[in-house]
């Protein structure tokens, strides 16, 4: 089957940095998005991995090893606005989107 | 535009009623879709929409019914429905599907109750 796994919640600070991973199985891979979702609120599009290596847009950046089925989203300089969940989604062989769970980040002062 | 809009933002209905949903885009984009998503969950594919044709229904209750009339709706009739399916009911368009990245932009969403 079709797998995507990713914390359920994590914590951390204002100003701080953060990592969320996310690990998958899926059959065939053709890329790894990574969107934000406020409470209440539609998905937006944060970031888009098909080659390995590292895509920086400001303050986040997105991490991809295919050979290891594995991202992680880095979210630098914190804001508490940057409380939200964070979904991780695959494009399989069938160029289906498969989805994470996702992973509630809750910012502290 | 770079927007997905959906109506209405709220929708409250019994389980005899029939309503729909509306989404539009003037993006451009040829593939559209509906998502449901439930609290504390990913969203759910319902229909994808590509070129005006349902290429995917991913074995929804009939009382579900999507319609695409031109290139720029997308409407989602519901009939009959459960209390099950209150949820918020997300509207997305692509460029296209396939290969490249075919970023997924989302209306805000409809969240529908069932009374």
């Known amino acids: 089957g079709q797998n995507i796994d990713q914390p359920t919640e994590m914590t951390a600070t204002e100003g701080a940095i953060v990592q969320i991973n996310c690990t998958y199985q899926?059959?065939?891979?053709?890329?790894l998005f990574w969107y934000q979702q406020h409470a209440g609120e539609a998905p937006t599009f944060l970031s888009y991995?098909?080659l390995d290596g590292l895509e920086e847009k400001g303050r986040f950046s997105s991490f991809l090893s295919r050979s290891k089925g594995y991202s992680y989203l880095l979210l630098k300089e914190l804001q508490m606005k940057d409380s939200a969940s964070y979904l991780c989604a695959v494009k399989d062989s069938n160029y289906q989107l498969i989805w994470g769970a996702g992973t509630k980040l809750i910012i502290k002062p | 535009d770079t927007e997905v809009t959906q109506t209405p933002k709220h929708l409250v209905m019994g389980m005899t009623n029939k309503k729909s949903l509306k989404c539009e885009q003037h993006?451009?984009?040829?593939?559209m879709y509906w998502y449901k998503q439930k609290a504390k969950k990913p969203p759910e594919l319902m229909f994808v929409?590509?070129?005006?044709?349902?290429?995917i229904n991913e074995s929804v209750p009939s009382r579900f019914s999507p319609e695409c009339p031109n290139s720029s709706l997308l409407n989602l009739h519901l009939h009959a429905l459960q209390p099950e399916d209150s949820a918020l009911y997300l509207c997305?368009?692509?460029?296209?599907?396939?290969?490249?990245?075919?970023?997924?932009?989302f209306g805000a969403g409809s969240r529908l109750t069932v009374l």
């Open positions: 929409y590509s070129y005006e044709k349902l290429s």
């Open positions: 899926t059959s065939g891979f053709n890329g």
């Open positions: 997305a368009s692509s460029q296209d599907r396939g290969t490249g990245a075919n970023v997924l932009t």
């Open positions: 991995n098909v």
């Open positions: 993006m451009g984009h040829r593939a």
